[in-house]
């Protein structure tokens, strides 16, 4: 049992990282909850840069950092029967090149669900309606982990979980315990959406905002 941070999507806004970083010996846990890659104003050279970043910044933190995959990363590393708002094929062409093997090998590898002190951490949250099989037929709907939508014809599953995907103000609870934590994105105009708030939980039980910015 520990104290968790838990960070929305942050798409390729590396200072994010850096904040962290400066906190991160506070927390037992920190956690980040996909969509690294993409945004409206990125190169695709930013979400390489983003990606590296994260890699590295849990390599040397071993014990402590957790990433899950988003539905922006995912599609870039594995077969999808579509494309989605954001997709860029220069970001596909440079995560296949040599220099990037490594890379993309730990992008295949990130996992859809972590699961600390029985709190369940996805991209967009775990639902009723997902079959949950983790393959690309399995993931690429909008009932899945990386894809579903509060707003949308789901039911999320009665258990605490955290996830991110669908921005928001501020952290919030869509229902008891599920809580909402895409705080971090901007209009095309890069104008900012949200209030830049993670989420700390203590012991899986206690849940409170943490503003970033």
Same mark, same amino acid.
């Not at 968790?4 to 999507?9: E, K």
């Not at 104003?41 to 840069?49: E, L, R």
């Not at 105009?189 to 209030?195: I, L, M, T, V």
């Given at each position: 049992?520990?104290?968790?941070?838990?960070?929305?999507?942050?798409?390729?806004?590396?200072?994010?990282?850096?904040?962290?970083?400066?906190?991160?010996?506070?927390?037992?846990?920190?956690?980040?909850?996909?969509?690294?890659?993409?945004?409206?104003?990125?190169?695709?050279?930013?979400?390489?840069?983003?990606?590296?970043?994260?890699?590295?910044?849990?390599?040397?933190?071993?014990?402590?950092?957790?990433?899950?995959?988003?539905?922006?990363?995912?599609?870039?590393?594995?077969?999808?029967?579509?494309?989605?708002?954001?997709?860029?094929?220069?970001?596909?062409?440079?995560?296949?090149?040599?220099?990037?093997?490594?890379?993309?090998?730990?992008?295949?590898?990130?996992?859809?669900?972590?699961?600390?002190?029985?709190?369940?951490?996805?991209?967009?949250?775990?639902?009723?309606? +997902?079959?949950?099989?983790?393959?690309?037929?399995?993931?690429?709907?909008?009932?899945?982990?990386? +894809?579903?939508?509060?707003?949308?014809?789901?039911?999320?599953?009665?258990?605490?979980?955290?996830?991110?995907?669908?921005?928001?103000?501020?952290?919030?609870?869509?229902?008891?315990?599920? +809580?909402?934590?895409?705080?971090?994105?901007?209009?095309?105009?890069?104008?900012?959406?949200?209030?830049?708030?993670?989420?700390?939980?203590?012991?899986?039980?206690?849940?409170?905002?943490?503003?970033?910015?």
């Amino acid at each position: 049992m520990g104290k968790v941070l838990a960070i929305g999507d942050i798409h390729t806004k590396i200072w994010i990282i850096d904040k962290v970083a400066e906190i991160t010996k506070n927390y037992d846990k920190v956690i980040f909850c996909g969509d690294y890659a993409d945004d409206f104003s990125a190169s695709p050279q930013d979400t390489i840069n983003t990606w590296k970043a994260l890699r590295d910044f849990q390599a040397n933190n071993q014990d402590n950092v957790e990433l899950v995959i988003g539905n922006h990363d995912y599609l870039y590393v594995h077969d999808t029967t579509s494309f989605q708002s954001g997709y860029n094929n220069m970001t596909h062409v440079l995560i296949e090149a040599p220099e990037n093997i490594d890379l993309k090998a730990w992008l295949v590898n990130l996992p859809v669900i972590v699961k600390i002190d029985g709190v369940s951490y996805s991209h967009a949250g775990i639902t009723n309606e +997902w079959s949950g099989a983790e393959d690309s037929n399995g993931l690429w709907n909008d009932t899945s982990p990386i +894809w579903a939508r509060p707003n949308s014809n789901v039911t999320y599953k009665n258990i605490p979980q955290v996830f991110g995907h669908t921005p928001s103000e501020t952290c919030h609870e869509v229902k008891r315990g599920v +809580w909402c934590i895409d705080t971090f994105s901007t209009y095309p105009d890069g104008e900012p959406f949200g209030d830049g708030s993670a989420l700390q939980i203590i012991d899986g039980k206690e849940f409170s905002r943490l503003h970033l910015k």
